[in-house]
């Protein structure tokens, strides 16, 4: 099996590798046993972190392995049923906890000759490599020699950021169809691109995604919309057409318009839009604003009408992608309360323009308020993400209108609120119903009132009376 000279990317990765590593290779060497990283570890060790969750492959066998690191490990866990060959554990060291994943591979019998060992121990490392799902996570690094185990090109792969199967990816993706899944979501999380005989078996063999189960379905999907770039992997959905098959109202966004029948591309500015979301989180990655920026126009489609003087239209659009929302999230099994919240966004998404077109009063401003909720928010900022006009001009007109309008929403929430705490009778009618002079008792009954309508809210004159009468007549005068 070739194996890649050491060169300085090779050994910069090697040395880099957190403590537990040596720690753990001491064990196994001390034990007589081999420990060589893999997989997607080698692509990660070689791009700078490794991060906290490393696999390895040892000559050890997996009672043996277990052996190994009973006492050093703290935690230790084997898998009979699936992967009975898996050792997985747990350690913590420097104030990191690390997972490990330690692939029992024995040796070969010690009685045959040093060289049918090795190439037999070669051929069933490469055995395991070929398995991978791509070439960059293809490879195997020796930890005590320092040596690169490449047999598919991954390290070339990994320089061109391309996904390339180390089997042909047509028998690839008819032994793994959610292997398609899988590209579309590396192509998101770390922008590798699938090189073209990849797309081109995607391509042909986009009808198998529904052999998928609708909860590992579900998954992807999440997944994917919560990586960096979801919008490089929801390309490469509708560009191989597997969305046709899992969210068939993406690709239905792609109008044809030409002459004076050009209206804006709602495809390209949906991904606009899920992009300029991103942009304004502030907390993470949020999976109902992402969604919710996905579907919000997905009711263009059929709302589209083109009038007589070639003006295009989607009145109520809004109103029909709402329904078309809650169907496609129910399809994929998602949670009702995420259900509920894109619903709701989708529906109140064009509610803003509103207030561009009439001048709203201040009980307007506080239904928009009421029908949002708890994502106000959230509201805030699929209504801003989703300008994506060109005219700069523009742009910053509805920038301003925005800005005026959470203003006149934070003013008119500290006005509430000092309504609220303001009790329902003043000082004079306090003084007139319980017949008494100015003093500290006018203050102790105001305190009262006060806070009888945070509590209870506002009550009319004569609940506020009869609340203040019956408070006095339990008073210690």
Not at 151 to 157: A, I, K, N, W
Not at 212 to 238: C, F, I, K, M, W
Not at 296 to 306: K, P
Not at 336 to 356: T, W
Request: charged share 30%; aromatic share 4%; hydrophobic share 40%.
């Amino acid at each position: 099996m070739p194996r890649e000279p050491v060169d300085p990317r090779v050994a910069a990765a090697r040395a880099a590798l957190p403590p537990v590593v040596d720690d753990l290779l001491h064990c196994f060497m001390a034990a007589g046993f081999d420990l060589t990283l893999v997989g997607a570890s080698v692509r990660r060790a070689l791009e700078g972190d490794a991060g906290h969750e490393l696999d390895f492959v040892t000559d050890a066998d997996a009672r043996r392995t277990r052996q190994t690191v009973q006492r050093w490990a703290d935690e230790i866990r084997v898998d009979r049923d699936d992967t009975p060959d898996l050792v997985s554990l747990c350690k913590k060291e420097e104030g990191a906890t690390y997972t490990l994943r330690i692939h029992a591979r024995p040796s070969p019998s010690r009685n045959r000759p040093p060289g049918s060992r090795r190439a037999e121990h070669d051929k069933a490392l490469e055995a395991y490599l070929r398995r991978r799902d791509f070439t960059v996570d293809a490879m195997a690094l020796g930890l005590s020699h320092v040596t690169l185990t490449d047999p598919f090109g991954g390290l070339r792969d990994l320089e061109r950021r391309v996904l390339r199967t180390p089997r042909a990816p047509a028998a690839s993706i008819a032994n793994d169809p959610p292997l398609m899944l899988r590209v579309v979501r590396r192509a998101a999380r770390l922008a590798f691109e699938p090189v073209p005989e990849l797309r081109d078996a995607m391509h042909r063999m986009a009808g198998r995604v529904t052999e998928v189960p609708v909860e590992h379905l579900r998954e992807e999907l999440t997944a994917l919309l919560l990586a960096t770039a979801p919008s490089n992997g929801l390309r490469l959905l509708v560009d191989t057409g597997i969305a046709e098959h899992v969210l068939p109202e993406l690709p239905t966004l792609r109008f044809e318009s030409a002459g004076h029948h050009r209206h804006k591309d709602i495809y390209e500015h949906t991904l606009t839009v899920l992009d300029q979301v991103i942009a304004l989180e502030t907390e993470g990655p949020d999976l109902t604003l992402r969604w919710a920026a996905l579907l919000h126009d997905i009711g263009t489609a059929r709302t589209r009408r083109t009038g007589r003087n070639g003006q295009v239209s989607f009145h109520h659009h809004e109103v029909v992608g709402a329904k078309m929302a809650r169907k496609r999230l129910r399809v994929l099994r998602c949670p009702e309360q995420l259900i509920a919240d894109v619903v709701r966004l989708v529906e109140l998404h064009l509610r803003f323009h509103g207030y561009l077109d009439d001048k709203w009063t201040d009980p307007a401003v506080r239904r928009y308020v009421r029908d949002a909720g708890p994502l106000l928010d959230r509201l805030h900022k699929l209504t801003r993400a989703d300008c994506t006009t060109r005219n700069q001009r523009k742009a910053q007109a509805l920038a301003r209108a925005y800005d005026s309008l959470e203003e006149r929403i934070e003013r008119l929430a500290v006005e509430d609120a000092r309504q609220v705490a303001r009790p329902d009778l003043d000082g004079h009618q306090i003084m007139e119903i319980l017949g008494i002079r100015p003093g500290p008792e006018i203050g102790r009954a105001y305190a009262y009132l006060r806070d009888l309508r945070i509590e209870m809210g506002p009550m009319n004159f004569e609940a506020a009376r009869d609340a203040l009468l019956d408070w006095w007549a339990r008073q210690n005068r």
